[in-house]
């Protein structure tokens, strides 16, 4: 029969090192994340202004993404309180369930949607 109060001792220095380990790892991650951020930041602001960047391996580009978006106060007086707070929690894609499902006026839906640009740094390769 083996001891457990043992085996707990004989555990601890190698869970120990695991934790240190993952708590190393994920401090590194989000200073990369953060360092990749301002980094991002600065290169689309370059681009945005004309300016252009390049590697041996890539190329900076900006691409443009759009999101519809729905604001709250115009969603609110379209289709009432109940209905703005049922998909204020969620998105746009429980709005457009609610348009499908016939609880809200499609039309009237499209007619208050926003489309929202998003810039996006993408790194193109380049080929040779």
Known sequence: MTDLPHEI??????????????????DTIQGLETEREA?????KAALASGEHAETD????????TRRIEYPLDRFREVFGDAAALE?????????????VAGDLDGERL???AV????QVLTLQPKTR
């Open 110 to 112: 499209r007619d208050l």
């Open 9 to 26: 001792d004989a555990q601890e220095p190698e869970l120990r090192e695991l934790l240190e380990r993952y708590a190393m790892l994920r």
């Open 115 to 118: 489309v929202r640009e998003i």
């Open 57 to 64: 391996l890539y190329r900076a580009v900006l691409k443009v």
């Open 87 to 99: 998909v204020a929690s969620v998105d746009r894609k429980k709005a457009d369930a609610l348009a």
């Open 39 to 43: 980094l991002g930041a600065h290169l």
